[in-house]
């Protein structure tokens, strides 16, 4: 099992449709990320969970949904989405001590295409 | 408020040559520094991190970078660039939050090329 793993890793879907992206990490972390990876812009910090509590959202529109039922797992949820968020979708996760100094560990991402 | 900023956006160097990827903060306490790793169609690796024990930190695959507090500085360096280096490379620092968790500040990103 790799640390962490998303799926699907690719993911077409039209403006109107519904789906979900999946994160799982395997590595006992308390905290886990999304990140927005598009073209020559740097990561975009979407939301962060900490011990399952949501701890940040960064001005993310609301058709981007997360979802974290317990420490293990993510979820994104999308829908009605715009052609402007197609993009690489990566999840992280890190085991937070309070110091600033851990590492957080990526999964290799959902590359979503809006049409 | 921390930032990155990473100097050139592709660099390209010949197989053997020396690498050099530069990286430049701004941070308001003593920061904690990253740099890592993407190969293509794949998530970000750790190469390495600083967290003030040496100023020289060594990493995966032959790269290591110096903290330059005078400078604000902190370049990746590899003393002989083989083909499977060719990535793109981000430097980070670390924004510990209120709540406990550590929030990476990236830069924009070098495309490392690495020709024969």
């Known amino acids: 099992e790799t640390g962490v793993t998303q799926t699907p890793r690719h993911l077409v879907m039209g403006m109107t449709n519904k789906k979900s992206l999946k994160c799982e990490q395997h590595?006992?972390?308390?905290?886990m990320y999304w990140y927005k990876q598009s073209a020559k812009k740097p990561l975009e910090l979407m939301f962060v969970?900490?011990?399952?509590?949501?701890?940040e959202n960064n001005s993310v529109p609301s058709r981007f949904s997360p979802e974290c039922p317990n420490s293990s797992h993510l979820f994104l949820h999308l829908h009605t989405l715009q052609p402007e968020d197609s993009a690489l979708y990566l999840c992280?996760?890190?085991?937070?001590?309070?110091?600033?100094?851990?590492?957080?560990?990526f999964g290799a991402g959902t590359r979503l295409s809006v049409l | 408020a921390q930032s990155v900023t990473q100097l050139g956006s592709h660099v390209s160097v010949s197989e053997g040559a020396l690498v050099l990827l530069r990286c430049n903060y701004s941070?308001?306490?003593?920061?904690?520094l990253f740099w890592y790793v993407q190969y293509p169609n794949q998530g970000l690796q750790l190469l390495l991190k600083?967290?003030?024990?040496?100023?020289l930190v060594k990493g995966i695959n032959g790269f290591e970078a110096e903290f330059k507090k005078s400078e604000t500085s902190f370049h990746l360096t590899k003393p002989s660039a083989h083909m499977s280096d060719a990535a793109e490379y981000f430097c980070?620092?670390?924004?510990?939050?209120?709540?406990?968790?550590?929030?990476?500040?990236f830069g924009a990103g070098t495309r490392l090329a690495v020709h024969p």
């Open positions: 992280a996760s890190s085991q937070e001590s309070g110091t600033g100094a851990n590492i957080q560990y």
């Open positions: 590595l006992g972390h308390n905290a």
């Open positions: 969970y900490n011990f399952k509590e949501q701890t």
């Open positions: 941070s308001s306490v003593p920061p904690y």
């Open positions: 600083y967290t003030s024990a040496a100023t």
């Open positions: 980070a620092v670390s924004d510990l939050r209120s709540g406990g968790y550590n929030k990476l500040i």
